[in-house]
């Protein structure tokens, strides 16, 4: 219980940190999940320090399953990691390249290399035991 409490304390301050950095460089972290494409995957993993990619399909039924998650996460962690969703049928550059062979996959990224992955619908609360380590 204690240490919900001082998991809670340290997220806060930590987002108050990353906000008054954001705000004194001009830099601004999405509190929404952005488009990710074959296009712009490099430059937006080199862009931002913390990065979650949902790779997902619009006929996968456990990608809607796990979509709120990753809109909630995103809102929750908005000025420490950014996510985005790339769809694998439009982008399959980027699926194959990562070796993707299930979605949903979330891929992990901190400093522009794959630190981390997930596969398949799980609970929030793991998507956080992973980028608590990472951050």
């Not at 601004?28 to 990710?36: E, M, Q, R």
């Not at 950014?82 to 399959?92: C, Q, S, W």
Request: charged share 25%; with cysteine.
């Amino acid at each position: 219980m204690k240490t919900d409490e001082l998991e809670r304390i340290r997220a806060k301050k930590m987002q108050e940190l990353m906000n008054r950095q954001n705000q004194a460089t001009g830099r601004s972290l999405p509190g929404s999940p952005i488009h990710v494409t074959d296009g712009d995957f490099e430059s937006l993993i080199q862009k931002y320090p913390l990065m979650v990619i949902d790779c997902w399909a619009t006929w996968c039924g456990p990608c809607r399953v796990l979509a709120p998650v990753v809109d909630e996460l995103a809102r929750d962690y908005a000025g420490r990691v950014v996510f985005g969703k790339l769809d694998v049928d439009e982008n399959p550059q980027t699926a194959m390249n990562f070796g993707i062979m299930s979605v949903p996959t979330l891929l992990i990224i901190k400093n522009g290399k794959l630190v981390d992955q997930i596969v398949g619908a799980v609970p929030r609360e793991y998507i956080e035991s992973k980028l608590r380590k990472q951050m």
